[in-house]
């Protein structure tokens, strides 16, 4: 694992960071499967358009791990509210 000597990280970056760690669980088995990743949009205009790749992203994983797309959808919804 690499460590950054970085001491602000902007909000938006945390969401991202935090899914990408749940994806990566997850990589090895969807890689296996053939799914095909995305780039990250970044920087995002709004909370509402990072929920809504993150929500594209639970679209395209809905049936290898439907359990994890709910994951997703749910932490989609709550990064959009928290605003």
Do not use: C
């Amino acid at each position: 694992m690499v460590h950054s000597n970085i001491t602000h990280v902007h909000p938006a970056m945390n969401f991202a960071a935090a899914v990408l760690r749940r994806f990566s669980r997850k990589a090895s088995t969807l890689l296996a499967a053939g799914v095909k990743t995305r780039a990250i949009r970044t920087p995002a205009q709004s909370r509402s358009e990072e929920a809504d790749s993150v929500r594209e992203l639970a679209d395209s994983l809905v049936r290898l791990d439907p359990k994890f797309a709910q994951d997703l959808y749910a932490a989609a919804t709550r990064h959009e509210l928290a605003a």
